[in-house]
């Protein structure tokens, strides 16, 4: 699927394996965002300014080992690479699971192609590949400080379905951060 803007999704390939890892995903935090319940249940947030800014550096699963056992298009997992104007700008990991959604398990956009309709992109084909399984929907997991991601989630149809405030209690660098979990059901 390619567009006129020179931006192209494509399945990842063996030959694509490092590139797909290779990419800088950093963002700087300077916001972070607040859950507030609503009256139907349903949860929404704002975002407030976290003082001081910093980088958040992913410590990235996605090395080109890992990737390997997403390569084709199966039924249970598949990947897939965001191109713009040839090189690798992003990609996206998905599986089936345990509850029966597509799950994204990670979803990546190189810092300076973000904006580029490439996270749009990578999130529809997601749905697509949730679709053609026959699945309820698609699901995925970031944290409170990414503020960016949760907005881009929310311009794509994602609602957000729950929070976890202990689930990065063990793990120093992230235990001050709250995993929210964003939910597109069909």
Same mark, same amino acid.
């Given at each position: 699927?390619?567009?006129?803007?020179?931006?192209?999704?494509?399945?990842? %390939?063996?030959?694509?394996?490092?590139?797909?890892?290779?990419?800088?995903?950093?963002?700087?935090?300077?916001?972070?965002?607040?859950?507030?319940?609503?009256?139907?249940?349903? $949860?929404? /947030?704002?975002?407030?300014?976290?003082?001081?800014?910093?980088?958040?550096? /992913?410590?990235?699963?996605?090395?080109?080992?890992?990737?390997?056992? /997403? $390569?084709?298009?199966?039924?249970?997992?598949?990947?897939?690479?965001?191109?713009?104007?040839?090189?690798?700008?992003?990609?996206?990991?998905?599986?089936? %699971?345990? &509850?029966?959604?597509?799950?994204?398990?990670?979803?990546?956009?190189?810092?300076?192609?973000?904006?580029?309709?490439?996270?749009?992109?990578?999130?529809?084909?997601?749905?697509?590949?949730?679709?053609?399984?026959? $699945?309820?929907?698609?699901? $995925?997991?970031?944290?409170?400080?990414?503020?960016?991601?949760?907005?881009?989630?929310?311009? &794509?149809?994602?609602?957000?379905?729950?929070?976890?405030?202990?689930?990065?209690? &063990?793990?120093?660098?992230?235990?001050?951060? %709250?995993?929210?979990?964003?939910?597109?059901?069909?």
């Amino acid at each position: 699927m390619s567009d006129a803007g020179g931006l192209s999704i494509e399945a990842l %390939t063996e030959a694509d394996l490092h590139a797909a890892a290779g990419f800088d995903a950093s963002f700087v935090v300077h916001q972070r965002v607040r859950l507030s319940m609503r009256e139907d249940g349903g $949860l929404s /947030y704002i975002s407030e300014p976290l003082r001081p800014p910093y980088r958040k550096h /992913y410590r990235d699963d996605a090395d080109a080992e890992a990737l390997r056992e /997403y $390569l084709g298009d199966g039924a249970d997992f598949a990947a897939y690479l965001a191109r713009k104007d040839g090189q690798v700008v992003g990609r996206v990991l998905l599986s089936r %699971t345990w &509850n029966g959604y597509a799950g994204i398990d990670d979803i990546a956009v190189a810092a300076g192609a973000r904006r580029s309709g490439a996270g749009s992109a990578l999130l529809r084909q997601a749905l697509a590949w949730a679709r053609e399984r026959g $699945l309820p929907g698609v699901m $995925l997991e970031t944290q409170d400080t990414n503020v960016g991601a949760c907005a881009l989630y929310q311009r &794509n149809g994602f609602v957000l379905g729950g929070f976890d405030r202990f689930h990065y209690a &063990n793990e120093p660098d992230l235990q001050h951060e %709250t995993a929210l979990f964003w939910y597109c059901r069909f």
